[in-house]
């Protein structure tokens, strides 16, 4: 997974102007350097119909700006055609739109009427025999649609902020990539493309699940019920399996019997792996439900993560947190390398974990808990009036009133909801890392189970991690502060980027791609907004 750490790391150099894409840009003067003489293309447009199509086309007042700064900024000089006829990038750029297209599914990219222009000029006129005004309308159709094309394909369809995602979007600027498009002639388009390494990787992987849509799939398998198989067990499930995870590229032997070989144990740990599954080898109900999703609700899934991926910038930068809710997982990342991981418990269904970034700022030993209002009167207050003695049994002081509710605390301690120490990174949500003294749920393979907060199965890692460059906070003073019983904060010297996101599909460091579930029912939402809005499957 370290390319989808690489990846999303870049959120977090954005600023508040990554919101959004290129739009409140000042006007462009028309540059009347260039001439005929030293222009890319000695076609040139009048001015006067730039607005005419701006006015017949009713374009918005931001894509009007766009149109009008781009080619004041060439003069009026023609960015697809030359007078020997389609430039080299028009061809380059309609075999881009046409691959996403193809990709996505996206019907809503598709323009029949420049479609049947571009296809004729393609095949039949290449020396341009058409009416100079068809000309200059195909020359304004290609560039609006190219706008068009950047931000479905490079920026995304949605607002990350609409679905939840309070995070800065990634800032394209697609007069920039129209211009690099044009001086490149339509060459190296990896170059140029605002798209991150995770993103195509997973695209090949889609392809691969393309092809494998239009194979003769293996049936679904029938479901073992409480019995599971492992070495020297033989059963039609087994062979079942077997079939399934040769399609998969899991299992990478010709055989199909029913004797479940110690072969098939490397290809089930691989299938679990790739579906977040305890890796123990043995054929379980809980692997074969993950093999029986159909390859078209894969295809989705990775449709729906490969739009959240398009919000994110390109480059990465360097040290960072990264907690991704649905693998349950927190990843450790040190110049583009991931130097180590540890379980997560994230928010229940009704107390979902927020997906944003921030710095964090402090480690807080042996923390109070200061208990947020909704917990006091939900759980709290009812324990009260059923023992009058509750605060003290949960080691719990009351240190005022607000609103209407008693303010509460827990101490630092053993039992402490918070463990021996709690991370901190300022946010308007009230989330932070912390530990947690009910450790057994971490053997859990999915851990939604806290108020929203993410509890870490490894705080002390986590702690000698981030205050190694601190002489002072040695493993034996941190496990010190760990347990006593007043609370300490440390200023952490460099803040650290802290991610937390939500991918249910992605590409790892071993290039497997891993599934895994919905748990807060973002892919759904997604998919009744991408599909019903011109993806079709």
């Known amino acids: 997974m370290k390319s989808f750490y690489i990846s999303i790391s870049c959120f977090l150099i954005c600023t508040a102007a990554c919101n959004g894409t290129a739009r409140s840009t000042p006007e462009i003067k028309r540059d009347t350097t260039i001439t005929p003489g030293n222009s890319f293309s000695e076609l040139f447009l009048d001015s006067n119909k730039v607005e005419s ?72 006129d290449k020396d341009l025999k058409v009416h100079a005004d068809e000309l200059i309308s195909i020359e304004l159709q290609l560039t609006q649609h ?55 990787l997973l695209k090949e992987k889609l392809l691969g699940y393309y092809q494998l849509e239009k194979s003769e799939l293996t049936d679904s398998i029938p479901l073992p019920g409480k019995k599971t198989y492992k070495v020297g067990d033989t059963s039609l499930i087994v062979a079942r399996v077997k079939k399934k995870l040769i399609e998969l590229n899991d299992y990478l032997f010709e055989d199909t019997s029913a004797n479940f070989n110690p072969e098939l144990v490397i ?88 997906i944003f970034n921030e710095m964090l700022k402090y480690v807080v030993f042996s923390p109070y808990w200061n208990i947020p209002p909704s917990i006091v009167k939900d759980e709290i207050l009812p324990g009260i009036r059923q023992n009058r003695g509750y605060l003290r049994s949960k080691n719990m002081e009351q240190t005022g009133y607000e609103e209407g ?27 932070y890392f912390h530990d947690t003294p009910q450790k057994s749920l971490f053997k859990e393979p999915k851990r939604a189970f806290s108020h929203g907060c993410i509890r870490l199965a490894e705080p002390e890692k986590l702690a000698v991690y981030l205050l190694k460059d601190q002489v ?66």
């Not at 990775?302 to 809710?325: D, S």
């Open 146 to 200: 190219f706008f068009k094309y950047v931000e479905y394909a490079y920026a995304g369809k949605f607002d990350p902020e609409e679905l939840s995602w309070h995070i800065p979007r990634k800032k394209v600027n697609e007069m920039e990539l129209l211009d690099s498009l044009i001086a490149n002639k339509g060459q190296h388009s990896e170059t140029w493309e605002p798209l991150n390494r995770q993103y195509n």
């Open 267 to 354: 290809a089930v740990q691989q299938a679990q792996k790739r579906f977040g599954l305890p890796k123990h080898g043995i054929i379980n109900s809980t692997l074969v439900k993950a093999l029986n999703i159909p390859v078209k609700e894969r295809i989705r899934q990775m449709l729906i993560n490969m739009e959240r991926m398009r919000w994110l910038p390109k480059e990465p930068p360097g040290n960072y947190l990264l907690a991704n809710i649905p693998e349950f997982k927190l990843h450790i990342v040190e110049d583009s390398k991931n130097i180590f991981e540890m379980n997560i418990i994230v928010g229940k269904t009704a107390n979902r974990t927020i």
């Open 472 to 537: 002072r906070w040695t493993r034996e003073k941190i496990a010190k502060a760990m347990n006593d019983n007043e609370e300490n904060w440390v200023i952490i010297k460099e803040p650290v980027p802290v991610v937390i996101t939500y991918f249910t599909a992605w590409v790892d460091q071993d290039g497997l791609l891993n599934f895994r579930e919905d748990v807060y029912g973002h892919d759904q939402t997604m998919a009744g907004l991408l599909f019903a809005s011109g993806t079709a499957r």
């Open 53 to 124: 199509f701006i006015n017949f086309n009713q374009l918005s007042n931001d894509a009007s700006h766009r149109l009008r700064n781009f080619y004041n900024g060439r003069n009026y000089q023609f960015a697809w055609f030359t007078k020997s006829g389609l430039a080299e990038q028009t061809r380059a750029f309609w075999n881009l739109q046409q691959n996403y297209i193809t990709l996505s599914k996206d019907s809503l990219l598709i323009d029949t009427v420049l479609s049947k222009s571009l296809e004729t000029l393609l095949t039949e």
């Open 405 to 431: 509710l008693p303010v509460i605390r827990q101490r630092p301690g053993a039992d402490n909801s918070l463990g021996r120490v709690k991370f901190i990174f300022p946010n308007n949500y009230n989330i």
